[in-house]
């Protein structure tokens, strides 16, 4: 694995590039980026994706953005083949080839644990929140069979530590962070972090604080927005920056934004 | 939570009940159940099923047991409710309602994670390892909505440890473990433990040592069976009464077979 992270002509997929912390991570992935760099941003909405296509270019033109409307719980293999085999980039070569898997969501938290019983909709959550990661990721490692792959899996303190009236987010995290953990071991090759960016004050949070069954959660959530302690997106942003310019992680590892950065 | 747990009139219910450690655990259970007792096995296998019924009456012949075939990866919600219906323990009242989530599979141990793309394979394979655990939980804190309800999850040390070419099981074993950890976290009020048994010798293993496509796990199952050091059913099923009489773990805790006990 090289020692140089950023200003290498990379290749970036994004998932969930529309908003919040996925916006954040392009915006600023982007400016550290080089020359005849290709950024691809995938996300349901338009007008999101468009935003923040226009923010990645004001940050650095020489990046070559393009965006994808698709709902990641409906997409399989042949999609992922189609956007990845765009023309714009067919035939070049990249420096670096990095897969942020952001897109997700909260699962339905007005749900508890013991009423979560559904097949069907167990099936449609994991679509969103972990079989689509696999599939992507899957088309991604076809289209780039080696070189310098770096795959962030954006994962939660939920993936380790259940939370009451967040089942579905807390399994649907456990799970997809264990397919990075067998992909990390099965393919050393590959340089996989596991990043969790803290509790992020994003539009997830307040579909949260109205939704959530359990009072003790909402608390939580309200308590530390209001005591301003919810981390910006900049701050994580920042975070994972630096990580990944420290090289300094274990591929397959799981880092928190409250995590000390390795020496 | 009552300090008894053996002796007493029971209800249970067990999954993956036609062989191995869903037979173990089975006839040594029964033979530690009060008077009244009833036991239900849910497996695919009829032959397998009867066989444990015989081995159950011999061993307790004060336990009523009832067997059903059934497909756990294609049950929902109204099958479970109809079991759980059954007449032969309607309106009868339990001191103990005891729920082994011990069925399982191994999921496609030729495929490495790479490769592990297709969202309807996902979904069959949580069917089978998460989605029906669910279906079943729900249905039995509804038939039982109070009592000691204490529920057993056969899981693996794969839940915790990423293993080459065992993609499926380890996603499948942290979804379901963490759905557990969930659920005890909201009700405070069951009785829940997390038990990973060990690596036991049954046709799960040769089934591994047959399929998988890494060698180095391959290897790893083929040494412990040639020097003896998997664990027997015997062991394991040994093990997990012993956790349970010594009432000593804290509901939703995962306990390992090579765990020392509680004291």
Redesign the interface.
Known sequence: MSDQFWGLKTFCLLTGGSQGIGRGFAVEFARKFGVGSHMLLLARSTPGLEQTRSLVKSANSDVNVQIHSVDLGKA??SVFKTILDHEDWKGESFDLMLLVHNAGSVGRADQ????????QE??RY??LN???V??L???F?RKFPSGHRCIINVTSLC?VK??????YY???K??R???F???????PELDIINYSPGPVDTDMVSGLINQIQ?EETRHSFVSMRSSKTLVTVGETTQKVIDLLTSRGYKS?DRFDYFDPLPQ
């Open positions: 399989d293999l508890l644990s013991k009423d979560m019983d559904d097949p167990w099936n994991l679509s972990l079989f689509h696999t599939s990721t899957a088309e490692l993936a259940p939370f009451k009236s967040m089942g807390c399994v649907g456990a799970a962070e264990m397919y953990k067998v992909l990390a071991e099965e393919n359990d397959g």
